[in-house]
């Protein structure tokens, strides 16, 4: 297949194009290639490519910041995303969008399946729900997939802040109170290929299996690499920030198991290999 990866420099955008490239003709433009805030430019490149395929990473992901910046966090999140949409739907292309654990508002006490209602709390989540929207009313062939919590080789991640603040401080705190799954980037870009191969359209949440809080996940990083640093539990009180997370963000597979994918290795599984590369 003849695919298309927007967003391609993301610490996910560069695992998925090395993943693909060992199937497929791949795609992967990053952001000077492609500005998909510009539906101009969008129909330009998917008209020169033609693609069967669309995976479609480019997104504003500065959780904080959007809270200040609404308008550019809407303008890639979801028009972004209408115009990918318009683009896959005029070539006759599959879309795959990766969407986010903060359309969930976090009340839940029960992993979230693909169809339970959404209530994001923050700007981002609102925008990113927004992207989902407009794709599956734009696109026709659409695959949605949540995930949570990415960490992996390329780009920041809560993985190599943790490693490098290890370096420098005793004692670290970090938030117990918040749950979800981390999701490996390599695990991540082997399920997106596969369903893009598939016509099982729909939504899908895509992480790791299992879950823990964020101190639970610091608490096992340190433990792999045997770091001499204290772990400190603190509440979400204690570390504002400008965005509300959402307090409980487990991510329920159910498409995955239906549809007959295999489902994600456990999230420590998937931190010990990442760690002990």
Not at 128 to 150: D, H, M, N, P
Request: overall charge negative; charged content about 25%; proline content about 3%.
């Amino acid at each position: 297949m003849r695919i298309l990866v927007t967003g391609a420099n993301g610490q996910l955008g560069i695992d998925l194009v090395e993943r693909l490239n060992q199937q497929h003709d791949v795609f992967g433009l990053g952001r000077t290639e492609l500005d998909v805030r510009r539906l101009d430019q969008c129909l330009s490149v998917t008209r020169s490519i033609k693609p069967d395929a669309i995976i479609h990473l480019a997104a504003y992901t500065a959780v904080d910041q959007a809270e200040s910046e609404e308008d550019e966090a809407y303008s890639v999140n979801a028009y972004g995303s209408r115009n990918m949409a318009i683009a896959a739907q005029e070539n006759g292309a599959k879309l795959c969008y990766v969407s986010t654990d903060y359309v969930f508002d976090g009340s839940a006490s029960v992993p979230y399946k693909e169809y339970d209602n959404t209530n994001p709390l923050s700007v981002y989540g609102k925008s990113k729900r927004a992207g989902e929207f407009l794709t599956s009313s734009l696109c026709s062939q659409y695959f949605i997939v949540r995930t949570s919590w990415l960490y992996g080789k390329h780009g920041s991640n809560f993985v190599k802040t943790l490693l490098r603040l290890s370096q420098e401080k005793e004692k670290i705190k970090v938030v117990h109170d918040q749950v979800g799954s981390p999701t490996y980037t390599v695990d991540l870009a082997k399920f997106l290929s596969d369903l893009i191969c598939t016509s099982n359209y729909g939504i899908y949440h895509a992480s790791n299996s299992g879950f823990c809080s964020w101190y639970e996940f610091a608490k096992e990083i340190i433990r792999i690499r045997g770091l001499d640093v204290h772990i400190e539990p603190c509440t979400t009180e204690e570390f504002p920030r400008p965005a509300p997370r959402p307090g409980y963000s487990v991510l329920d597979h159910s498409s995955i198991r239906i549809n007959g994918f295999e489902e994600l290795r456990h999230w420590a599984e998937a931190l010990a290999e990442f760690l002990n590369v």
